[in-house]
């Protein structure tokens, strides 16, 4: 699938270019997740665990921006982090892009609301084939979305091809934790509520990616994400929520997913770890 830059709204079909072995096939991942993104955009965009403001201040942090930086926000979602960076820094502009049309409809509306749509734009596009060109931006940032990447090198390469030999390149994900157990038992009843998840990367593993395409990491920070397990559950759709709640059950007191599950009340909160990684590029000049 690629993205018209006739018609900034849509996105055609087409082919991923995955890797060697890549699996799943990232067409099928990709078809997955504007399913579920579709439906749920709104209630995504409203979700308190995605507003967290604490994650949110994180990444501008990482992110270190400049008066007048070009920011770019891969797989921007109903743009929240476009938004909120477009507020840190009054001079900025901001390019988001998503597959999720509906996603960027909602994106659109967030910046107009917010007073930023002189600055802020949003069109549709996959992270991996970015719809620009190398070098157009300061700043790259991407959040909660390289675990939806079918080929997460393809997208380390994209991420490093727009933000070119001077720019930054912001990461913020889930981290898999050092426990590879853990993180295969969570990657599956993560699936169960988002067929559209692939896995989620180490810390390390994500830096690796990136070191792959000539960045080097220049910052990091590590944050916890509080969570409840029926807010997260409202934001799938047409999946097997009793699945997922017996993993998060079974997971209560031990290693279990890697997040802390416990009881509250009669309901269940977690916490995703969450790692930032801010690399540069070979011109780069470090914060
Ligand atoms: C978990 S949401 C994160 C949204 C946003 N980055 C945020 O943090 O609020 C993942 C987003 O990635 C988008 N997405 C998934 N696969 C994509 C792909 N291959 N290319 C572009 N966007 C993609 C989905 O449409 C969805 O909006």
Same mark, same amino acid.
């Given at each position: 699938m690629?993205?018209?830059? %006739?018609?900034?709204?849509?996105v055609?079909p087409?082919?991923?270019?995955?890797?060697?072995?890549?699996?799943?096939?990232?067409?099928?991942v990709l078809?997955?997740?504007?399913?579920?993104?579709?439906?749920? #955009?709104?209630s995504?965009?409203? &979700?308190?665990?995605?507003?967290?403001?604490?994650?949110?201040? %994180?990444?501008?942090?990482?992110?270190?921006?400049?008066?007048?930086?070009?920011?770019?926000?891969?797989a921007?979602?109903?743009?929240?982090v476009?938004?909120?960076l477009?507020e840190?820094?009054?001079?900025?502009?901001?390019?988001?892009?998503?597959?999720t049309?509906?996603?960027v409809?909602?994106?659109?509306?967030r910046?107009a609301?917010?007073?930023v749509?002189?600055?802020?734009?949003?069109?549709?596009?996959?992270?991996e084939?970015?719809?620009?060109?190398?070098?157009?931006?300061?700043v790259?940032?991407s959040?909660?979305?390289?675990?939806h990447?079918?080929?997460?090198?393809?997208?380390a390469?994209?991420?490093?091809?727009?933000?070119?030999?001077a720019?930054?390149?912001?990461?913020?994900?889930?981290d %898999?934790?050092?426990h590879?157990?853990?993180?295969?038992?969570?990657?599956? #009843?993560?699936?169960?509520r988002?067929?559209?998840?692939v896995?989620n990367?180490?810390?390390?593993a994500q830096?690796?990616?990136?070191?792959?395409?000539?960045?080097?990491?220049?910052?990091s920070?590590?944050?916890?994400l509080?969570?409840?397990?029926?807010?997260v559950?409202?934001?799938?759709?047409?999946t097997?929520?009793?699945r997922?709640r017996?993993?998060?059950? #079974?997971?209560?007191g031990?290693h279990?997913?890697?997040?802390?599950?416990?009881?509250v009340?009669?309901?269940?909160?977690? %916490?995703?770890?969450?790692c930032? &990684?801010?690399?540069?590029?070979p011109?780069?000049?470090?914060?």
């Amino acid at each position: 699938m690629r993205a018209d830059p %006739a018609r900034p709204g849509t996105v055609e079909p087409g082919t991923v270019r995955s890797g060697p072995g890549s699996s799943p096939d990232g067409d099928t991942v990709l078809r997955l997740a504007v399913e579920q993104f579709t439906v749920h #955009a709104e209630s995504f965009g409203s &979700s308190p665990v995605m507003n967290d403001a604490g994650a949110l201040d %994180a990444l501008v942090e990482l992110c270190a921006l400049q008066p007048g930086d070009r920011v770019l926000d891969v797989a921007c979602g109903p743009g929240i982090v476009s938004c909120r960076l477009a507020e840190a820094e009054p001079t900025v502009t901001v390019v988001g892009v998503d597959a999720t049309p509906a996603m960027v409809t909602l994106a659109e509306a967030r910046a107009a609301e917010g007073g930023v749509g002189d600055r802020v734009t949003f069109r549709a596009g996959r992270m991996e084939q970015l719809p620009f060109a190398d070098a157009g931006f300061d700043v790259v940032v991407s959040r909660y979305a390289l675990h939806h990447a079918a080929d997460p090198a393809a997208v380390a390469a994209e991420l490093a091809r727009v933000a070119g030999p001077a720019g930054r390149v912001v990461v913020f994900d889930f981290d %898999a934790g050092e426990h590879p157990v853990a993180a295969q038992a969570y990657d599956e #009843a993560e699936r169960f509520r988002d067929p559209s998840h692939v896995r989620n990367l180490t810390a390390a593993a994500q830096r690796t990616l990136f070191d792959a395409v000539g960045l080097r990491l220049d910052a990091s920070c590590a944050h916890r994400l509080p969570a409840d397990l029926d807010t997260v559950l409202s934001l799938s759709h047409g999946t097997d929520h009793g699945r997922v709640r017996s993993a998060f059950e #079974a997971s209560i007191g031990g290693h279990g997913l890697g997040v802390g599950a416990h009881r509250v009340g009669d309901g269940i909160a977690f %916490a995703y770890p969450i790692c930032g &990684s801010r690399f540069v590029g070979p011109d780069g000049r470090p914060d």
